[in-house]
């Protein structure tokens, strides 16, 4: 079965440097969500999209933008980046924005900032 | 918000051991997954199980929603087993997931 598809999957910046994610959800899926990990630390939910608008917003800083685009890719823009900003980046999508759908996670990008 | 909290926090088994994780929710929910995450970092969906009990191999969950928390049983546990064990919970419009501290399972041959 088709999974969530994120790309890069290791990326490496200098601070202040610029990076974009990609999001590539299960086909059929029109709701994709944004999850950054720290280093030993739980998932925290960044931003989501339901049929390309921002349907939920989390601890996102200012610096970072997101949009889903009309065959429902997503992608995370990262700005200035800072030392902190070194985590896992995961994408998940799920059919549909009700309460009780699942949330198939992708395999992360891992984003280290020197 | 919503507050997840799991238990314990470390867990290290013989291999063939059974074991019980446990997640304690503060409020009700309308979505609760259980989550495997390996020591590459990747995230594998185990249950969604807001309420009731499904099992998967060696694997089964419970949830009882009216007293807020979910179990999440391994049987005859092997060393691919090993890794943090997430329970992540929604309960409003939006569907975002929040997540537990994780249990770190360590499971020796």
């Known amino acids: 079965a088709a999974g969530v598809i994120q790309s890069p999957r290791h990326l490496i910046k200098e601070k202040r440097e610029t990076a974009t994610l990609k999001c590539y959800p299960i086909p059929r899926h029109d709701t994709v969500y944004w999850y950054q990990q720290g280093p030993g630390q739980d998932p925290q939910f960044l931003i989501s999209f339901y049929e390309k608008m921002q349907s939920d917003k989390g601890s996102i800083p200012d610096r970072f933008s997101a949009q889903q685009f009309s065959d429902y890719h997503s992608e995370l823009n990262m700005s200035s980046l800072e030392l902190g900003d070194s985590a896992l980046y995961f994408c998940?999508?799920?059919?549909?924005?009700?309460?009780?759908?699942?949330?198939?996670f992708g395999p992360g990008t891992r984003l280290t900032v020197l | 918000g919503i507050q997840v909290e799991q238990s314990p926090p470390d867990l290290i088994l013989q291999e063939g051991a059974n074991s019980t994780l446990r997640c304690n929710f503060s409020d009700s929910v309308n979505n609760l997954q259980w989550f495997h995450q390996n020591p590459w970092g990747q995230l594998i969906n185990l249950f969604y199980i807001p309420s009731g009990t499904k099992q998967n191999g060696r694997l089964s969950a419970t949830t009882v929603a009216t007293e807020r928390y979910s179990l999440l049983y391994i049987s005859s546990s092997q060393t691919t087993d090993s890794g943090v064990y997430f329970c992540a919970a929604s309960m409003e419009y939006g569907n975002k997931l929040v997540f537990g501290a994780g249990t770190i399972l360590r499971v020796k041959s």
């Open positions: 998940a999508s799920s059919a549909g924005q009700t309460f009780t759908d699942t949330q198939y």
